[in-house]
């Protein structure tokens, strides 16, 4: 067991610090030169458990292999946003979506993080895409910003990243008297400085609500078009 430790993920003027309180090595973890193999761990966060398995090759010093895997229960958004590596994520997500997010929970049921530090470093370019990914759920959160005249509140959805695309499935929520009873959207791209979407919604809505949603800003130009010619 581990009282305490201090890590900070850096990824060029982009830093995100950690102090973890009780870190909890398993019995399988082996250290040396060349390697070091985590085969499961666990710390805990403003009371949540949070588990994974670490494996460093670092045959290669300048530029070693990591593969990372974590998963975590049912958490307040604002420890999700906290323990998230902003530094090394989207911009989109870190400074678009995350902003946007109020209240509600998260369960991370799967992050992974494998490839090489040059690769880690530079999640912009194309073949790099593959490197991260993560499978989340997320329940009664609201959606907004300061432009937004209505909110979009009790948001639930399952949200998964995989080779640069964000999809997102099961979506469910509320903007006043309107309902979203089943929606998927799908960004491609999301490490683009111009990602593109998809996205198909089904739902009862009040027209002079949905109206307002143009008013947005994370609403794209795909969705403003055909609300802004409803008259």
């Not at 670092?58 to 990591?66: H, M, V």
């Not at 997010?101 to 530079?122: A, C, M, P, T, Y």
């Not at 979009?152 to 929520?173: E, P, T």
């Not at 809505?205 to 947005?216: D, G, P, Y």
Request: glycine content about 6%; hydrophobic content about 40%.
């Amino acid at each position: 067991m581990i009282n305490s430790l201090d890590v900070s993920i850096i990824r060029g003027l982009k830093k995100k610090h950690y102090s973890l309180s009780v870190l909890n090595l398993n019995l399988a973890s082996t250290f040396s030169r060349s390697h070091i193999k985590i085969g499961s761990f666990c710390f805990y966060l403003m009371n949540t458990m949070i588990n994974g398995a670490i494996d460093i090759d670092l045959k290669n010093s300048d530029d070693p292999e990591i593969l990372l895997r974590a998963k975590t229960p049912w958490m307040k958004l604002e420890l999700f946003k906290f323990i998230l590596p902003s530094s090394i994520i989207s911009t989109w997500i870190d400074m678009r979506l995350l902003p946007l997010l109020r209240h509600g929970e998260v369960k991370v049921d799967r992050f992974l993080l494998q490839g090489r530090k040059s690769q880690i470093l530079n999640l912009h370019v194309f073949k790099n895409y593959g490197v991260i990914g993560f499978q989340i759920s997320c329940r009664g959160l609201n959606l907004t910003d300061d432009k937004q005249e209505i909110p979009i509140l009790n948001v639930s959805s399952r949200v998964s990243l995989s080779k640069g695309n964000l999809s997102v499935a099961d979506f469910h929520a509320e903007l006043g008297k309107s309902r979203v009873n089943k929606g998927k959207i799908l960004i491609k791209g999301i490490f683009r400085k111009t990602p593109v979407y998809f996205s198909e919604i089904w739902g009862n809505f009040n027209l002079e609500e949905l109206i307002t949603l143009k008013s947005a800003s994370w609403v794209p130009q795909s969705i403003i078009k055909p609300i802004s010619r409803i008259k």
